[in-house]
């Protein structure tokens, strides 16, 4: 018996290819985005870490300054400590003909290498590093193979490079090929050089930025020796650790772009749900056939369990393959998107693992398996009497669905609730919370079913629509799913254009106060985590001394240690903190708190301020200076959008008493006639760029560019809200071919009275408008509410950011429109279907 229904389960997925492939195809694409989604966040990882492991080494601790880097003089007073010791210079490199993409110069001590990088062992790669180039040539450097054939260079040929916006050749001295992928990999985006080249290119001959220290975890005497001969300002770190809190930022990230994933999955769940009970309509007689043989209710159950295992297997299967091929396009997305936000990676191939392949298998057997279990228990329960007729199995228990959906809906609306009251801080709780809300509402479809039919009844002359409504109502059970589908669809198009629309006016509004200069003068592409270039004393000389430049105002930032970790510390000179509507909250009134920060204190960002649990202004922390630990209060924190990491600012006269530092990255000029900003910045002020390479921008360039980053954020969110509208739509016309099968008697009774085909078409597109007109119906407060969760809570317990709602009445028009559309593609194959059959043939079919 067992092999027998074994066959009979291959058999009727072999006779009905359509089906198959509309319910692999259901879980395929729930899975490929699973897939692919962990496949690009898994790509980006990657690079990162092989670029980090390749700078780091076998080092266990670093020595590093505040801001400063570290003189070469503590280098050598180590040195007698400890030989295992080696000096790090790193810089951003970009090469010419490369654009935008920075390379990593790795400055080094080759003969204090060994214990940290393998690059001038023999047995790293397969011939050996010419040392007596690499010391006696100009700007010589060393390449992996694969990035000199990627620069179009070998070993012997010069590359042009900008460091700091300034030029420079640099001398190929030699290639390196290492002996297996992985070391290969580890080269790919890193130059390596003699410190005293790094030195020269930087344009810092004094310091280090880092001193890499080898020593056994338990070797504390050895710690403890380097820690006293230390100076103020500087100090010994786990390396480990800063490559853990740079990993940490991207974590909310990840766990966003995962819930869109399952988003997509719960839309492409509700599809096969739908298939299943489209399936289990055209097979309900052939269930009463077996019955009627003998089957038990527990082996029809079985039968179908069985079959939903192997589509979903089968489905994954597939959602696998997808997934990789679409890993590698959404690579491109999530790693530009994580250079302009944490950090910068060079992603040139999707990597993924067998633990991406499980989990995008599991979740497309479990969804399947759980999608199946309503279908399953209700054909189980047919009698065989009953299944010989296409007669809806349910057709007058409405009234207990709905009170049934209608607590169901209550109770998961209290739960979400509890849920983001009990947790306030947990971004995976808010997840959770929003997928109940999503639930609730699809469990009052049926109610909102039922409210339509009373109001349509109510007008008389509308006979097709009330016709279609009262039919609609009877097959509830079979209804109620797509009609769900696709409002969740509709109120993620809402809620996510809600969000993103949100986010840009709230950007806007903040670019209004924060931009106060008419032209802005950096050096070129500095992003979150790269160390800004510092501009050139000519070219501040030269704008001080400009005769269209009514004033200046500087801004110079660096990396710095605190005692709750790593920042970034902003000193600037910015009139936009005298607006009170650019302070959060703070200990004085807003017009008051930059004469405090004069005084000596300090804001911070929201960012900062929500990941490291400062919950008001008023408290101190702790700044590793030049001069020691100095402890800063708190005056205000303000709000900022350009780093979800977040910044510490201060004025800029307290940075300079306090490091000893004139040097600035960016300068914003105010012109003293503002009108021509344009003209500035392409004729008078190009005469900078023979000082330095230089970004000249007015202000209007760079709040596009501001807008293009942000729009490069969110196109991934933008694509998954359009995938989950068209799975919705293909669930519609499920739903409606499975009515057409069961009342296709009612058709040829329809056909046989007189009804022409036009009329019958009608009949079924109404029944496809007033679905999807439900769904719209429901789709608008949930998709208000889901901007609210989405701006309020979730966005903030992501990234800290505090957003305005902003919602556009005509987005709703827009998904009218859309709902509209969805109706009438949806109807035409149903309809299209039931017109190739004959009068007699449907009357037939119910024999």
Known sequence: MNSLLGRLCFKSLRYQPKLLILLMTSIAIGVSLIVGMDIAIQSSNLAFERTTSSLTGKATHQIIGSGQGVSDQVYFEIRKITQNIAPVMKEDVYVVGFGKIPFKLLGVDPFAEAPFRD???????????????????????????????????????????????????????????????????????????????????????????????????????????IQNV?????????????????????????????????????????????AMSFSVIRRKSEFSLLRCMGLTSKQIFLMIAFQALLVGLGGALVGVLFGAFMGKFLVLSVSQTMSDLFFVTHVRQASWTFATVLKGITFGVLGSLLAMLLPALEVARIRPREGLSLKTIEVTQYGRIISKCLLVSVFVLLLSAGLLIGQPKSLMASLVAALGVILAFSAIIPLAAWIVVRMLSCIKKLTVLEFAAWRLLHALPRTAIPMAALMV?????????????????????????????????????????????????????????????????????????????????????????????????????????????????????????????????????????????????????????????????????????????????????????????????????????????????????????????????????????????????????????????????????LRAIGFRRGEISLQIFCESLLMSLIAWVVSVPLGVMLTYIMVYIINYRAFGWTLQMHLDKTLFLHTLLLTILAATLSSIYPSWKTLQLRPMEMLKLDQ
């Open 119 to 225: 690059y001038f062992d023999s047995q790293y790669a397969k011939e050996s590093i010419s040392i007596e180039a690499l010391l006696t040539r100009k700007n010589a450097v060393v390449l992996s193979n694969t990035l000199a054939n990627r620069f179009g260079v070998r070993q012997g040929s010069s590359l042009s490079v900008v460091v700091g916006g300034r030029p420079f050749q640099l001398f190929v001295a030699s290639t390196i090929e290492p002996r297996d992928k992985i070391n290969d990999r580890f080269l790919q985006d890193v130059i390596v050089a003699d410190i005293s080249v790094a030195k020269e290119l930087s344009n810092r001959f004094d310091t280090l930025d880092q001193i890499d220290v080898l020593v056994d975890r338990d070797d504390q005497e050895t710690l403890d020796k």
């Open 230 to 274: 230390l100076p103020k300002g500087v100090q010994v770190v786990l390396s480990a650790n800063r490559t853990r809190t740079i990993r940490e930022m991207t974590k909310a990230f990840e766990t966003n772009l995962f819930a869109l994933s399952l988003l997509a999955l719960l839309v492409g769940l509700f599809l096969v749900w739908s």
């Open 489 to 749: 669809s509709l109120a993620t198009v809402i809620g996510i254009t809600g969000m993103v629309e949100s986010f840009r006016e709230t950007v806007v509004s903040w670019l209004d106060q924060r931009l106060v200069g008419d032209v802005y003068i950096t050096v070129p592409n500095q992003g979150p985590s790269r160390a800004p270039a510092v501009l050139d004393e000519k070219v501040i000389a030269f704008l001080k001394s400009s005769s269209e430049v009514s004033r200046l105002e500087y801004l110079r930032s660096i990396s710095v240690e605190t005692n709750l970790g790593p920042s970034q510390l902003v000193a600037f000179e910015n009139n936009s903190f005298k607006n009170p509507k650019a302070f959060l909250q703070s200990i004085v009134p807003p017009k008051e708190v930059w004469k405090k920060v004069l005084g000596g204190d300090i804001m911070i960002s929201e960012p900062l301020a929500f990941r490291w649990g400062i919950k008001k202004a008023g408290e101190a922390i702790d700044l590793l200076t030049p001069k020691g630990w100095r402890s800063f209060k708190i005056a205000a924190i303000y709000y900022d959008y350009a780093s979800s990491q977040g910044v510490i600012g201060m004025s800029l006269s307290n940075y300079q008493e306090l490091f000893s530092d004139m040097r600035v990255n960016a300068v914003a000029a105010i012109l003293k006639n503002s009108t021509r900003s344009s003209d500035i910045s392409t004729n008078s002020l190009e005469r900078l760029k023979s000082i330095q390479v230089l970004d000249i921008k007015p202000n209007r360039d760079i709040r596009s560019e501001v807008m293009e980053i942000f729009s490069r954020t969110f196109s991934i969110t933008q694509s998954l809200k359009w995938l989950a509208v068209f799975v919705a739509f293909v669930g519609i016309m499920s739903s409606l071919l499975s009515q057409t099968i069961e009342n296709i008697r009612e058709y040829g009774l």
